[in-house]
């Protein structure tokens, strides 16, 4: 099993103060901003070299970024790594004893297909598998 870095993504509490820092200072630019309703989350996708920085904003006090705003704060939330065939890729973990937050996966932004892993499998790190279309890559 091969796995590429997809993106980070980082909670965000004030999308302007963190634009201010990732676009106007570091001259990063907003590529695509998407809702993923199911998820309560508003996605903004932002071009970093061969991958991207995804900032996370809640939509409704129900999202799940809501959450994890009031409880840690601002600040990095996931990294995502890229695999060929998320199917195959969770089929494995499953028999290495990983323990799976998603046992199937799901749609996520960009058309992709995502699934999270439990930090208490992967060194205390929430991880997204994701199975991105080429067109964005
Ligand atoms: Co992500």
């Given at each position: ?83 060929e ?26 058309g ?13 790190v ?12």
């Amino acid at each position: 099993m091969k796995a590429t870095l997809d993106h980070v993504g980082i909670a965000v509490r004030n999308l302007d103060e963190a634009l201010g820092f990732f676009r106007e200072t570091l001259g990063l630019e907003l590529e695509t901003s998407e809702d993923v309703a199911s998820h309560g989350v508003r996605v903004h996708f932002m071009r970093a070299g061969s991958g991207w920085l995804e900032l996370l904003e809640p939509i409704g006090s129900s999202s799940p970024i809501a959450a994890f705003l009031e409880k840690r704060g601002p600040g990095m939330h996931h990294l995502a790594l890229r695999v060929e065939d998320i199917r195959a890729t969770l089929a494995e973990l499953r028999t290495r004893g990983v323990r799976l937050i998603d046992e199937e996966p799901r749609r996520g932004a960009r058309g992709a297909l995502i699934a999270f892993l439990h930090p208490s499998s992967t060194a205390g790190v929430l991880v997204e598998l994701t199975e991105t279309p080429r067109s964005m890559l």
